[in-house]
């Protein structure tokens, strides 16, 4: 089965909060397998702290580079490459029939000298759910992620959107083309209970679009 891959257009945009939502409603496990900067904890540690269900796995970062950076300037502080055929190696090595996998930033975010954020999607030939959060100026960053997931064809099965804005996430969907999976309501503290919640009201359509 596909793993199913997290991805955003941008960074700080909820990537960690709909990648557990994602993880508790279809009790899948879950894997970072890049993590850049972790002095405030790593989003492996978020994601044990917010799930409920007993049946997932936590899988070990590849990478856990301590500067809070973009991953390539990160390995590179510490004299590392990060190489994404061992990533796509160790992939087929997980004991899991449904992964979700969350990335790092947007799409471009640079890996190594020549590679992408979008080339490991495409080397894991995964299932993307793109994320967006809404503030002034995501519809920009939301049709630009989706015209280069056009672009790289890649299977995109959705837009998750999460915060508040004004009203444009039907309109978003609309203009790329992908459909709207679920909209997560501002939380003023997110909790295990918030994120168990949020997870029974998006999984009907989740599965539906997987």
Known sequence: MAPIFITGIGTEIGKTLTSAIIVEALQADYWKPIQAGYDEGSDNQKIKQ???????????????????????????????????GAI????????????????????????????????????????????????????NHSLVTAALCKQRKLSVAGWIFNDQ??????????????????????APEVTPAFVKEQAGLIKENLLKHL
Request: glycine share 4%; aromatic share 10%; no cysteine.
């Open 88 to 139: 796509a190696a160790h992939f087929k090595t997980l004991p899991s029939e449904r992964v979700v996998i969350e990335g790092a930033g947007g799409l471009m975010v640079p890996l190594n000298e020549k590679e992408f954020i979008i080339d490991l999607i495409e080397m894991l030939n995964a299932k993307v759910i793109l994320v967006s959060r809404n503030y002034l100026g995501s519809i």
């Open 50 to 84: 917010l799930i409920s269900n007993t049946s997932t796995t936590l899988f070990d970062e590849i990478y856990k580079l301590k500067l809070p950076a973009s991953p390539h300037i990160a390995a590179r502080e510490e004299s590392n490459r990060i190489d994404l």
């Open 165 to 186: 804005y004004l009203y444009y996430e039907e309109e978003i969907a609309a203009w790329s083309g992908y459909p709207k999976i679920a909209s997560v309501p501002f």
